[in-house]
């Protein structure tokens, strides 16, 4: 029991209240920011390497105790999310001081951001039903007001199709939380599990877990509930789509791991099973689409959805090896599209054009985006060894323990498909002919140092996964046994 | 009661999504409202329904309705309420700019 | 011996320095010591009584993967292969490629690729293996496109990349597949293991998985496309990567699994038939090509084909044969490509129809050839290491272990026949490549350059690979016990011994097969102008390549094709598409887990006092009805106000005053909007819709009300558990102070939600505040 827990919500919370207070003057506003953030993933950091150390901190808000008052758990899984999360964030509020113009700067982006953050951090940490909606309902404001940050016209076309489906599944959301609270008589998580257990996910339970699997699902990008996803990823300017591809879609892929490995693993040959396949679909068409554009944006965007097969694989898989790989694979997507987002901001900024036909040869002129932009796409398509490797290699054990072949090869496949569509871009926009631009050199080392910072992470979480992976093994036991999370919310 | 007010909410759904399925702006909007207001009746609802006092402690009475939903439904009510007015003006925002109010006009081409 | 693998990546940090003083010294010279004391390191090991040597780091002990290094017979052979020939690539390199090229891109991609060649053949541990793996293809993709500004070079290394990264991801499933049954990571102890794997039912599967991997990378029938379109690299890469190393990355993991998997059916007949093909397709098409690099590139397929064919054998003579030619080939292959590009530099076309007559202009260089094409067709000579090893390849064929099965003995019993078939056609193209390049008439107009002889820096490399060829060739037993034998034996699992002569007799089957092929070699070599036009009847145009196109196009294509049909961009579809789902998943799963419960006991009864509700439950329903039908826009905002009221009115009846308070304020603050924001826009039409679609729509909302509805019984008459909220009850005054118990939940027992409740609010506020101002700011521009 500590305060410590609820920490990573305040600060950004408090941050971007106060941002609103001086939003005109850019440049104090930017500098608060990039301070701001810089300590808040250190405070992170400090709270994360406790929990890694001495076990999940939780807090009773208000000092009601569980399960009758809201409950914050810092377990482990949730920090390291957190802390992922603080680090993409940060390296994007020093991608946007030029990334965006002055007057989205001066229209609140700082406070969306930290919101935002705020948010995400909040729907991890939740031990509550009703708040993990509520931390959403957060997250997606915060997202409302960064997509239609800069007002253009495909934009907003865009964002009102986002905000109409996100709407219509939040309303979802609340609605099967009533299901659930009528069943069991808490919304609690932790007491939701143990009382699932008590009655062997009988009735309809099994059903209102699938409702909220799809609520999850539209928020995650799985198959077939995607559709909102890629344009309106690109609309927005590259920071906020890197937030985006990095944060929302995980935070929807967390809570499925939370409750179905928590709560609703009764009756795993109906529900598990079903993500399975689903898993495959996710992949196939997600490279299916990454190939049908020439909209470098959008390549990137429809990359976001094979990811996501992966993670819901080690999910349905409901195994060690399956569950350390979705969690695994989980950190490295994060960061990975966040870099690409980044980096193919950065393209389109020195291109003037997202379409890849009407580029060639920029590898001439900015070599060093092009090398990052090439160790990129070796990190996606999971080139040993890097972090695509490590989640790849549990998740195809794990895969290969069950019996599963034919999606081990679906997800290989898709790697494959990954890899062209990544080879795609580089091939066409920074390989060939040298031409000059038009528009000249434009200084874009404040675009590619960001990128930088967060593919060191992606090198490191491959080359050095002997400092993480133990504790993403630790996770997945703790994760298949359930009785390690309830104890430590209900037992104080 | 519990029942009729089941089927209530789910008509409201069922035209809600009705509504979110045509092509006018203003019908889709609607239909979300729809949805909201079909989403609290259920919240309500899944409490039990007039089986005691309001929750507003008063001596002698031992019977009262479930708070929780009460509560919840108030923050969700707010919520939505944020939601739509944001919803609303995005899509008058929209709807100008693109000189159009049918969604299906508003699908976007390839070459953007 | 991490040192000498990690060398040349370490190095590669220090090139960027290096290329500054390009233009003063080529950076190759920097660089040439590296592969030269990493052979001299190794060459130590080689002697009689070599045994082999590991060496283990930790790397990621979590997963069992750990950098162990393991240096038997097979391994050394082709360290020093990598070092020895790198080192003469490197030199030759120098004069090869001028000092305006990038030469600090080429020398970084080529450490890259020294590093993870030495890493494949080093590794004991598979995922480690698996790395260095990729990263062999990841360096080729980057070598063959170095010139990529050039067309031809990026669509050979993008074709390159694709097809050596399936066989790498396949490999990848295959030792997956492999720890998981063995539980180790290590390819020794998997040995060890040999007859739990064989047993295991998943063995085919890992057989076929290796085998893709293997055939992939050595470039083996169908897989041999992307060689010839790999010779757009600089012919230094040719000879390194594309002939002497990388692509027998392939043949040393078949022969680093034999002693797993060999003995099986299933793998001889695979890898051999697979092989045997990849022989006489290499060999055959090679006579056709026109491009001096692309007979060597479809002779190195054949050559390979010979080579895994033999590993495919399995047989004692048979391994030891794939030994000794995997040397022999990296000798006299790799001084050809270093010909062809002598060839092409000195005078500026490759193109062997407008080549002639270039052995009085270049007469060093034609000798050096002579040996090496000689003993490439396998010419019986003594001084022809070639010859040997071709030889022991007719005497292996020959001598086949029974397998039972139908199919087997038919096919053991034209290997033979197809063996000799593919020699003849090698015989025929290294004719056609040497009298077609340096003697006939001399094309002088043709040629872009005058031709000349090579600078003699140009020449060493050659030179040094034609003097191994004699050498062996001269004294096959010097090489012999010292490490062809330690090899063979890493490979077959048990000593291997056998002493190589040139000459066994006459009636010596082996040397029959040999001179039917030089004399009908010879009789094709001369009417090959007449014979030619068979490769118009076949194989005509029908080509791999043709195949390779074709899918990778149509999964473009294909892919925008069917991506578009529903990524429509309409939200009516998109909408329609999330409701199926939902419906037909959560109706099946309802269904599956018999969700149905009804329990009337539990419901609060009808009553007369229930009227007041039911009329309003009546009104709220028809007016939502009503709000589809309604064509006027403030009616349609007046009814959705009817519901919403209506329900504030429900809020009254079922005891929660403080939400029908809500509500109603909310819902005429909404209602304010509505009419504010929709003030400007069109009237609702009347929009005539096809029956079709409003069909169903009508069928998905009516269902997915239904479902929600019968949903929302079945958990209302669940209800299992007392609720929490009794607590909030009792506590509420004691410990809350407030005798409203939902408001002390909301601002204290859930006051976290109400904190957040009113951040959304906030943030909604600015979102909306910053669409309106930035709209105002722009129209004032």
């Known amino acids: 029991m500590s305060n410590l827990a609820i920490i990573p919500i305040i600060i950004p919370l408090l941050c971007g209240i106060i941002a609103i207070f001086f939003h005109k003057y850019v440049k104090a506003v930017r500098l608060f920011s990039q301070v701001m953030s810089i300590i808040n993933l250190g405070v992170v950091l400090w709270i994360g390497w406790l929990v890694l150390q001495n076990g999940t901190i939780t807090l009773a808000t208000g000092g009601w105790e569980a399960p009758y008052g809201i409950i914050i758990v810092a377990d482990p899984l949730a920090m390291l999310l957190v802390i992922t999360s603080n680090i993409i964030g940060t390296a994007c509020v020093f991608y946007a001081q030029s990334s965006l113009s002055k007057k989205q700067e001066q229209f609140y982006f700082y406070t969306f951001y930290f919101l935002l953050i705020s948010g995400v951090s909040g729907a991890f940490l939740t031990g509550d039903l009703f708040n993990l909606f509520v931390f959403y309902e957060v997250l997606l404001m915060a997202s409302y007001g960064l997509i239609v940050l800069g007002g253009e016209r495909i934009q907003l076309r865009e964002s009102l199709k986002y905000v109409l489906l996100n709407l219509f599944s939040s309303m979802l959301f609340v609605t099967t939380i009533a299901y659930l609270y009528s069943v069991v008589g808490t919304i609690n998580m932790a007491q939701i599990a143990d009382r699932v257990q008590q009655v062997d996910q009988t009735g309809i339970l099994t059903t209102i877990g699938m409702l909220l699997f799809f609520v999850f699902a539209t928020k995650g990008a799985i198959f077939p509930l995607y559709y909102w996803l890629p344009k309106s990823y690109i609309v927005p300017n590259p920071v906020v789509s890197a937030l985006f591809g990095a944060l929302l879609t995980k935070v929807g892929i967390y809570s499925i791991i939370r409750t179905f490995s928590l709560i609703f693993v009764h009756e795993t040959n109906i529900t598990h099973d079903l993500f399975l396949w689903l898993a495959g679909f996710t992949m196939v068409f997600g490279a299916i689409g990454a190939l049908s554009t020439n909209n470098v944006k959008l390549i990137i965007a429809y990359n976001i959805i094979p990811a996501v097969g992966f993670m819901l694989m080690g999910i349905g898989l409901l195994s060690q090896d399956g569950l350390a790989g979705s969690v695994y694979y989980l950190l490295h997507d994060m960061i990975i599209k966040a870099v690409l987002f980044l980096l193919i901001g950065a393209l389109v900024y020195v291109a003037g054009t997202s379409d890849l036909t009407k580029m060639k040869g920029i590898i001439h002129h900015y070599p060093f985006l092009g090398w990052l932009f090439f160790l990129a796409a070796l990190v996606l398509a999971g080139i040993p060894p890097f972090s695509g490797f490590i989640g790849k290699i549990l998740l195809i054990q794990g895969g290969v323990e069950q019996g599963q072949i034919m999606l081990v090869v679906v997800g290989l496949g898709s790697s494959l498909l990954i890899l062209l569509s990544m080879m795609r871009i580089f091939m066409r926009c920074f390989w060939g002919e040298k031409e000059e631009l038009n528009g000249g050199l434009k200084p874009i080392r404040s675009f590619t140092w960001p990128a930088a910072f967060l593919l060191i992470f992606s090198v490191l979480l491959g080359v050095g996964a002997e400092w993480v992976y133990p504790y993403v093994e630790i996770i997945a036991n703790d994760l298949l046994d359930p009785s390690i999370y309830i104890d430590s919310v209900l037992k104080e | 009661m519990e029942i009729i007010m089941s089927v209530l909410a789910g008509i409201l759904f069922a035209t809600g999504v009705y509504n979110l399925l045509q092509k006018q702006l203003l019908r889709i909007v609607i239909g979300t409202a729809l949805i909201s207001h079909g989403a609290h009746l259920f919240i309500l609802t899944m409490g039990k329904l007039k089986t005691g006092a309001p929750p507003i402690l008063v001596k002698g009475v031992e019977q009262y309705t479930d708070p929780l939903p009460q509560a919840l439904i108030l923050t969700s009510i707010v919520i939505s309420f944020g939601v739509t007015s944001l919803l609303l003006v995005l899509a008058y925002r929209a709807a100008t700019l693109n000189k159009t109010d049918n969604m299906e006009e508003l699908r976007g081409s390839e070459d953007e | ?781």
């Open chain 3, 1 to 781: 011996m991490i040192y000498a693998v990690f060398a040349p990546l370490v190095m590669t940090l220090l090139i960027p320095f290096f290329n500054k003083w390009k233009d003063k010294i080529h950076t190759g010279w920097f660089l040439l010591p590296i592969p030269l004391f990493i052979f001299l390191y190794f060459v130590q090991f080689i002697g009689e009584g070599f045994s082999p040597v590991a060496e283990s780091y930790q790397w990621i002990p979590s997963l069992n993967i750990s950098i162990d290094f393991y240096l038997d017979g097979l391994s050394l052979l082709f360290v020093l292969l990598i070092s020895g020939i790198g080192t003469l690539v490197l030199l030759y390199s120098i004069y090869y490629l001028h000092k305006s090229e990038r030469l600090g891109h080429f020398y970084i991609y080529l450490f890259i690729f020294m590093s993870s060649m030495l890493g494949v053949v080093l590794s004991d541990n598979v995922y480690v293996l698996y790395t260095f793996w990729e990263f062999t293809s990841i360096s080729s993709f980057l070598l063959i496109g170095f010139w990529h500004y050039r067309e031809r070079s990026r669509y050979g290394a993008l074709k390159s990349m694709l097809i050596t990264v399936f066989g790498g991801l396949s490999l990848f499933a295959g030792i997956v597949t492999l720890t998981y049954i063995t539980g180790t990571t290590s390819i020794q102890e998997m040995i060890n293991q040999k007859d739990i794997i064989i047993d295991s039912p998943l063995f085919p599967l890992i057989l076929i998985f290796i085998i893709l991997g293997a055939f992939t990378k050595s470039a083996q029938f169908p897989f041999h496309i992307w060689l010839p379109d790999a010779m757009e690299a600089p012919t230094p890469v040719s000879a390194y990567l594309h002939s002497a190393t990388m692509v027998k990355a392939g043949i040393f993991l078949i022969a680093r699994f034999s002693p797993i998997l060999a003995g099986e059916p299933m793998f001889f007949i695979i890898v051999s038939l697979f092989g045997i093909i990849t022989l006489c397709w290499g060999s055959y098409m090679a006579v056709r090509q026109t491009d001096l690099k692309g007979i060597l590139a479809f002779s190195t397929i054949s050559q390979l084909g010979m080579i895994m064919a033999m590993l495919g054998f399995g047989t004692k003579a048979a391994i030891f044969a794939a030994v000794f030619h995997i040397l022999n080939h990296a000798t006299f292959k790799g001084s050809l490509f270093m010909i062809a590009g002598i060839v092409d530099h000195e005078t500026g076309s490759r193109d062997i129809r407008k080549l002639g007559g270039l052995m009085t202009f270049m007469p060093i260089s034609a000798t050096l050839a002579l040996f090496g094409v000689f003993s490439m067709a396998g010419f019986p000579l003594p001084f022809l290491n070639g010859f040997y090893s071709k030889e022991m390849f007719f005497e292996a064929s020959l001598h086949l272990d029974g397998y039972g099965g139908q199919f087997i003995p038919f096919f053991q019993q034209a290997i033979p026949y197809l063996a000799v078939f593919g020699s003849i056609f090698t015989f025929v193209y290294s004719m056609y490549f040497f009298f077609g390049t340096f003697r006939g008439e001399a094309k002088m107009g043709e040629l872009p350059k005058k031709p000349h002889e090579a600078p003699i820096g140009m020449l060493i490399s050659p030179f040094i690979l034609v003097l191994g060829v004699i050498l062996i060739g001269l004294f096959p037993n010097l090489v012999n016990g010292t490490f062809i034998a330690h090899s063979a034996e890493a490979i077959y699992g048990s000593a291997v011994e056998k002493d190589i002569y040139f000459w066994h007799g006459l009636t010596y089957p082996p040397l029959i097969m040999s001179i039917i092929v030089v004399v009908l070699g010879t009789l094709l070599a001369l009417t090959r102008q007449k014979w030619a036009g068979i490769y118009t009847i076949f194989p005509r145009n029908l080509s791999f390549n043709e195949v390779y196109n074709y899918i990778v196009d149509k999964t473009e294509t294909a892919s925008t094709k069917i991506t578009n049909k529903y990524m429509t961009g309409s939200l009516r579809h998109y909408v329609l598409y999330i409701l199926i789902a939902i419906l037909v998943v959560s109706g099946v799963v309802f269904f599956l887990t018999n969700g149905f419960a009804i329990d009337t006991s539990g419901l609060s009864t009808l009553k007369l006092s229930d009227v007041p509700d039911i009329l309003v439950g009546l009104t709220m329903a028809i007016a939502a009805i009503g709000t589809i039908f309604t064509n006027n826009r403030l009616s349609a905002i007046i009814i959705l106000g009817v519901v919403g009221y209506g329900l504030a009115i429900l809020f009254v009846i079922y005891r929660a005053p403080d939400l029908a308070l809500t509500q109603l304020i909310v819902e005429t603050v909404t209602v304010a909007i509505f009419l504010l924001c929709f003030y400007h826009l069109p009237d609702l039409k009347k929009i005539k819709e096809k029956p079709s679609i409003t069909l169903t729509n009508s069928i998905i909302s009516i269902g997915f009300g239904a479902l929600m509805t019968i949903i929302a019984i079945s958990a209302h008459s669940s209800k299992w558990f007392e609720p929490i909220s009794n607590y909030f009850l009792e506590t509420s005054k004691p410990l809350g102070g407030g005798y409203n118990v939902v408001n002390v939940i909301l601002v204290d027992m859930r006051g976290l939600d109400t904190l957040f409740e009113i951040t959304v609010l906030g943030i909604a506020a600015l979102a909306i505040y910053g669409m309106i101002k930035l709209r105002r700011d722009k129209e004032a521009k």
